[in-house]
């Protein structure tokens, strides 16, 4: 499943550092972050975070189809020798 | 068969030592007669077993069974019949030291060995004994195995480390070291896994597919970082030297082990022999059966003080449950021989109090149980669950691939470490839990009212489950920082990089309350199972920070269906210092509300009444209904039943600057206290709600 990202927004100045929230989604579900630094960043930094971020969970949702997959074909193969 | 009893004290080999002037034969019976002390010399390996081997107890020169420096003795219990004493105000004495003077604790030399070979159903009863068993403790414990090792190159202005054509792929675990310091902040015997890997570059990271760790310096020496073994691996490469070392021996019954797999997943551990033993590799008695994470471990099981059962079943190998107040001194070995893979017999060391555990636990379905004030400073390796059942151990040695670590315990005091298991510390009740828990598929697992002050480090899930928890050290490299079972966390230490700090999920799964108060959080925080359908902050779970980011009075909500921010820029003049900044997300409507926030006046007088809060949207469109914004007021409408009644504001948002008034008047029947709850039950992308900060 292919993460998307869906929506960049709440640039917010916080008492702890600046805050833009993202959410990606991943099928139909989807992940809800709050990106955060010091102070505020440019927009390439900003584009730079949210496309990692993205990536990140890209790989965490290929490993988990892939563990799905392998779960399912050992269950399968120890069906078929049982 | 016959019995054959002590005549004298003296060695078990010499015949004048018993009545008839004959040792003991095989499927014989023995009584060490009170005032005896006979020395176990003899080899009986050979036998089947004896039967009933008796130490009598006695008002004042029990009889004494002993092992000492410059003989080996070798003792055999076939099964059905056991290792007992018997009555007296001496209990009867088993001993193994260097000279067989009881009360000395002075170790075995390692060139003699003890074994007590217990058969099936044989056993260790307690009742009337007194236990001390004092042998050789290796210097090196444990040995750590490697797959590849690469030189690299550390930057600290790119975060990476570099190698030519490494060929690491993303995801792959390794372990970092260096001949001189560390690329800063990287640890030693620390999982990191590798991100942004190119030909010649990688980066590290605290989870897999994590965030790139910000290395603030390159570090000195040379810089290694080492991958973990394939499976079927034989020989395996290890660190550590031990060709010379006492204790580490290929010699056959002397030369038990246990690996145990440090990859952050269910326990996984082996229990072979050593085949031989090189300056840096070990050949075991059959390959790893499965891909094992960096730094993952040999432990030497043997010890030259062995008791070793043939458990096929379950039950105390050494068994105090008569005998509750019994306390002795473990510095042996204790090991089922008769299970492998998954498969475990037996209890090492059953009830008493106050036992002093300093040597091996291996094999067994509980390592230590039922008892209450244990000391463990040993090692507790392969079995099903360590130190399990009981109250008030003090464990501060280390318990490695066990299905549970540290389990079933009231009022523990752990300041080990525990790794390599399911899970680390499990069903731990009252207790204290200072020591390091790494490597575990899951931290702390179903614990309540425990105090963590030691790290969590490389977790699944840091906190599965459990209730009325705290954490005030360290959290780092988890996939999820808990489950959606974890009730009522409270965390103040420092919550490091992780996958996904909140996980929230519906009512039909638990309703996890996370409190961070002034804890160090990681800058982006990730959160998954929300936005889910019909699940919403009625069910009252949540994480929730105080202090925010560690700054003074901020806070920030995580609830199911939107966040609730205090902020202190968008205010309303004349009211409040701070507003309630409500961002709903997708799944927020009228079944999975926000609950945004919830005042109690008390003592509302019995007449008219009329409160209002002041709200005002951002980004919105089409506006709210009063159905979807409002305020209620519960009150007692009927002071003979307490009966209660809500009431709702009408008023709607028309704009998105103006501040609006969202009032509702009710009548009280009494005078009693009223409820006061405002809720958001709308979303709309890039959407949001203040609520000013006070009720009028």
């Keep these: 499943m292919s993460v998307a990202t869906q929506l960049v927004w709440g640039h917010t100045e916080r008492p702890w550092g600046y805050e833009v929230r993202v959410d990606y989604l991943d099928g139909e579900t989807v992940h809800n972050h709050v990106l955060t630094w010091p102070a505020e960043p440019t927009p390439a930094e900003i584009d730079a975070l949210v496309e990692s971020t993205r990536m990140q969970l890209q790989e965490r949702s290929d490993a988990e189809a892939l563990a799905e997959v392998e779960a399912a074909a050992l269950a399968e193969f120890e069906q078929a020798i049982s | ?696």
């Excluded at chain 2, 009863?125 to 590849?148: D, F, H, N």
């Excluded at chain 2, 995801?171 to 896994?193: C, I, K, Q, W």
């Excluded at chain 2, 019995?606 to 709200?615: I, K, L, N």
Aim: aromatic share 8%; charged share 10%.
């Design chain 2, 1 to 696: 068969m016959a019995t054959i009893t002590s005549n004298a004290s003296g060695s078990w080999s010499v015949g004048a030592t018993w009545v008839g002037g004959v040792k003991p034969a095989d499927n014989d019976a023995v009584v060490i007669a009170a005032g005896h002390s006979v020395l176990m010399d003899d080899d009986t390996s050979a036998f089947t077993g004896l039967q009933t081997v008796t130490i009598q107890g006695h008002a004042t020169t029990p009889a004494m069974l002993y092992f000492k420096d410059g003989t080996s003795g070798y003792l055999k219990i076939r099964t059905g019949y056991n290792l007992i004493g018997t009555s007296g105000t001496l209990p009867g004495r088993l001993l193994a030291n260097s000279d067989g003077v009881w009360g000395n604790t002075g170790s075995l030399a390692f060139a003699n060995k003890a074994v007590i070979y217990l058969g099936a159903t044989s056993r260790i009863v307690g009742t009337y004994l007194s236990i001390e068993l004092c042998c050789y403790q290796p210097t090196t414990k444990y040995l750590r195995m490697y797959g590849a090792r690469h030189t690299v190159t550390a930057s600290a202005a790119n975060d990476t480390l570099t190698k030519t054509a490494h060929g690491l792929a993303n995801a792959t675990a390794v372990m970092v070291m260096s001949s001189g310091t560390l690329p800063a902040p990287l640890e030693a015997d620390t999982t990191y896994y590798v991100v942004s890997t190119a030909t010649d570059t990688f980066k590290l990271a605290h989870y897999s597919s994590g965030t790139a760790i910000d290395l603030t310096s390159a570090g000195t020496g040379t810089v290694e970082v080492y991958t973990g073994v394939a499976t079927s691996t034989n020989p395996v490469n290890v660190f550590e030297d031990v060709t010379a070392e006492t204790g580490w021996t290929t010699t056959a019954g002397h030369n038990a082990a246990a690996t145990v797999n440090l990859a952050t997943s269910a326990y996984d551990q082996q229990r072979l022999t050593l085949s031989t033993i090189a300056a840096s590799a070990i050949t075991l008695s059959a390959a790893v059966d499965s891909a094992q994470g960096p730094g993952s471990r040999i432990y030497l099981v043997s010890r030259n003080v062995s008791i070793q059962s043939a458990a096929v079943t379950n039950f105390a190998i050494v068994d105090y449950s008569l005998a509750q107040t019994n306390t002795g001194v473990f510095q042996c070995e204790i090991r089922n021989v008769s299970g492998s893979g998954t498969t475990f017999y037996a209890y090492g060391i059953s009830n008493g109090a106050g036992h002093t555990v300093s040597g091996v636990l291996c094999g067994l379905t509980y390592g230590l149980t039922a008892g209450s004030g244990f000391a463990v400073t040993g090692v507790v390796v392969a079995c099903a669950n360590g130190v399990y059942n009981g109250d008030s151990y003090s464990v501060s040695g280390e318990i490695a691939g066990c299905s549970s670590g540290f389990s079933v315990v009231s009022n523990g005091n752990f300041s080990g470490t525990v790794l390599g298991c399911s899970s680390g510390i499990n069903v731990l009740v009252g207790g204290v839990a200072s020591g390091v828990i790494r490597n575990n598929q899951y931290g702390a697992n179903n614990c309540s009212g425990t105090l963590i002050s030691g790290d969590i480090l490389r977790s699944d899930y840091a906190f599965f489950s459990g209730a009325d928890n705290e954490l005030s050290g360290s959290v780092e490299g988890f996939n999820f920082l808990y489950n959606q079972s974890t009730v009522n966390l409270l965390v103040t230490g420092r919550v490091g990089s992780g996958n996904v700090m909140v996980l929230a999920v519906g009512l039909s799964s638990g309703a996890p309350r996370i409190v961070f108060r002034g804890a160090e959080l990681p800058a982006s925080i990730g959160t998954t199972g929300r936005a889910a359908a019909n699940i919403g902050s009625q069910s009252r779970q949540g994480a929730f920070s105080e202090d925010h980011g560690r700054v003074l009075g901020a806070s920030y909500a995580y609830l199911p269906s939107g966040d609730v921010i205090k902020n202190t820029s968008t205010v309303r003049s004349g009211g409040a210092s701070s507003s309630l900044e409500v961002v709903p997300l997708s799944n927020c409507s009228v079944t999975a509300p926000i609950l945004v926030c919830e005042w109690t006046e008390v003592a509302v007088p019995a007449s008219s009444q009329t409160r209002t809060v002041y709200v005002r949207g951002e980004g919105w469109a089409t506006w709210p209904t009063a159905s979807e914004l409002y305020i209620e007021a519960e009150y007692v409408s009927n002071a003979t039943t307490f009966a209660r009644t809500t009431v709702a504001s009408t008023q709607v948002l028309t704009d998105n600057t103006t501040w609006t008034a969202l009032s509702v008047s009710f009548t009280p029947a009494a005078a009693a206290h009223v409820r006061y709850r405002v809720w958001l039950k709308k979303y709309a992308a890039a959407c949001k709600v203040y609520i000013d900060n006070q009720l009028n």
